[in-house]
């Protein structure tokens, strides 16, 4: 772009700025506009109808405005989250909070983008649940000798579980063409490494029940601290996974994915934490 042009952009980028701002701050007096029936008084048939004309609202917007702020009305923490970040930030976590969780929660919406926090939420919510512990299922399968064979070969001292663990998860000591480590001054992953690991998931995310495409290749002990790049290490990860990953939220996650699970406090003394914050002040979560 010439010069006029980036003038004439910078000026729309910072009425987009403005706009976005002013309509947070409607958003915020929509509950008190409805208490005291403004609306009506303003000779309006509806509080959509007084928000359309006055502020360009859809009904949806009000409408997920008031149930977003009569939710945050109750819970001191989130109402100031949603009053200096807007109702997005807050919005994944309205239908979970409680009052022994509200600090908890505020926190990690202070933290997180609002995608972020999403699947933080999603993976919270799933892995919490208790059940029956050590489900299984019999499964009979004819399969011909020569597969059976080296079935064996590959389990050799381990358990069939195990096995299947490694096969479902594509774990690179038993994949055919299992490649060595490079050490290497080079942020740059080499193709080939690139390639196996995200052919290990079929492009997608490497978090389990993720079915998000992989966006990044996570080096899960951290490039930074080692200068390796392991394909036994190295996990494709979809955009929100990936943040978590480095905001310490992923517990054991230097083993295998089947065994990561989302954590509620990173864990300050790790020497990825001072590698996660640098990361942070380049790329927002």
């Given at each position: 772009m010439d010069k006029r042009d980036q003038q004439v952009h910078q000026q729309f980028s910072d009425y987009g700025r403005n706009a976005r701002e002013?309509?947070?701050?409607?958003?915020l007096l929509l509950p008190e506009i409805e208490r005291r029936q403004i609306w009506r008084k303003a000779r309006c048939g509806s509080i959509f109808e007084y928000a359309a004309k006055l502020a360009g609202m859809s009904r949806a917007t009000v409408e997920d405005g008031l149930r977003v702020m009569k939710k945050a009305e109750e819970f001191p923490a989130l109402k100031a989250v949603v009053e200096s970040r807007g109702v997005n930030r807050v919005r994944p976590i309205v239908a979970i909070v409680t009052k022994d969780t509200e600090e908890f929660w505020a926190e990690k919406a202070r933290?997180?983008?609002?995608?972020?926090?999403?699947?933080?939420?999603?993976?919270?919510?799933?892995?919490?649940?208790?059940?029956?512990?050590?489900q299984s299922v019999k499964l009979t399968m004819d399969l011909p000798l020569e597969m059976v064979e080296k079935l064996k070969a590959m389990k050799a001292a381990g358990t069939w579980e195990e096995l299947?663990?490694?096969?479902?998860?594509?774990?690179?000591?038993?994949?055919?063409e299992a490649l060595e480590s490079v050490s290497t001054s080079s942020r740059h992953i080499p193709a080939r490494i690139g390639r196996h690991v995200t052919e290990r998931t079929g492009g997608l995310c490497a978090y389990p029940s993720c079915s998000r495409e992989a966006t990044s290749l996570h080096h899960t002990q951290r490039w930074g601290l080692e200068k390796v790049h392991d394909p036994a290490r190295l996990h494709g990860l979809c955009d929100g996974h990936e943040r978590l990953a480095h905001?310490?939220?992923?517990?054991?996650?230097?083993?295998?994915?089947?065994?990561?699970?989302?954590?509620?406090?990173?864990?300050?003394?790790?020497?990825?934490?001072?590698i996660d914050q640098f990361v942070a002040l380049y790329r927002p979560t």
């Open positions: 002013w309509m947070r701050k409607c958003v933290q997180m983008s609002r995608h972020t926090l999403e699947t933080y939420v999603q993976n919270y919510r799933s892995e919490s649940r208790t059940g029956p512990a050590n299947m663990g490694k096969l479902l998860n594509g774990a690179p000591a038993i994949a055919q905001l310490g939220l992923i517990e054991n996650e230097e083993a295998m994915p089947q065994e990561w699970r989302v954590r509620a406090q990173p864990d300050l003394t790790t020497d990825k934490r001072f």
